[in-house]
């Protein structure tokens, strides 16, 4: 178990309507990341957060955002979605004392 | 800049035998080198980890690696395979330039044949 918490595991939902992926990184860890998995394109980065704010920018579409709470949880909005989304979005956190990152169990987003 | 090549995309072994997975990076500052491993429909969890101390690193589950800056290279190694080895396998650099940037290789898929 990582500490990384992702909600929710899978979700399934239909063209053009929108979605939010939650992640809680491990105790103490202040920088969050989001990745997307497929299999044509492989593990991208998309969003970096430290702290709140945003610290580095990726392959994020226009249609996605993402922030961090105080609480310094994150979410992953993505909207207008298209089958192309369909993919798993993981959520990494890190100390950023050596970046070594630390991995959730990821969200399998399906787009019908 | 910063890259890693991972220069196998796919790795069959047979169980029991030598694996080697290849990693080449470059970097403008002294990286930390990373390998992480994924089985299907699995997060990626840390196998080892290189921050500038020894340069032959130990990992889990039997795997280590040896940091060779001549050659730029983070080569994933382990004796012996076992079927439960097989997944995929990232090789990661990370450099720290005002925060840290995170780079992925592409992935190697370790094949374990019985």
């Known amino acids: 178990d990582s500490g990384v918490t992702q909600t929710p595991k899978h979700l399934i939902t239909a063209t053009g309507q929108r979605v939010t992926l939650r992640c809680s990184p491990r105790s103490g860890d202040l920088s969050v990341y989001w990745y997307q998995q497929s299999l044509d394109q492989g593990l991208q980065f998309l969003i970096q957060?430290?702290?709140?704010?945003?610290?580095a920018k990726g392959n994020i579409l226009e249609r996605f955002s993402a922030q961090q709470f105080p609480d310094l949880h994150s979410e992953l909005n993505l909207s207008s979605l298209e089958l192309g989304d369909s993919a798993l979005y993981f959520c990494?956190?890190?100390?950023?004392?050596?970046?070594?990152?630390?991995f959730g169990e990821g969200s399998r987003l399906t787009v019908l | 800049a910063q890259s890693v090549t991972q220069l196998d995309s796919h790795v069959s072994v047979s169980e029991g035998t030598p694996v080697l997975l290849r990693c080449n990076y470059s970097s403008s500052y002294s990286p930390s080198l990373f390998w992480y491993v994924q089985h299907p429909n699995k997060g990626l969890q840390l196998l080892l980890k290189?921050?500038?101390?020894?340069?032959l690193v130990k990992g889990i589950n039997g795997f280590e690696a040896e940091f060779k800056k001549s050659e730029t290279s983070f080569h994933l190694t382990k004796p012996s395979a076992h079927m439960s080895d097989a997944a995929e396998y990232f090789c990661?650099?990370?450099?720290?330039?005002?925060?840290?940037?995170?780079?992925f290789g592409a992935g190697t898929r370790l094949f374990v044949k019985a």
């Open positions: 990661v650099v990370s450099e720290r330039t005002g925060g840290f940037k995170t780079i």
């Open positions: 957060y430290y702290n709140g704010e945003e610290r």
């Open positions: 290189y921050t500038s101390a020894a340069t």
């Open positions: 990494a956190s890190s100390v950023e004392v050596s970046g070594e990152l630390f």
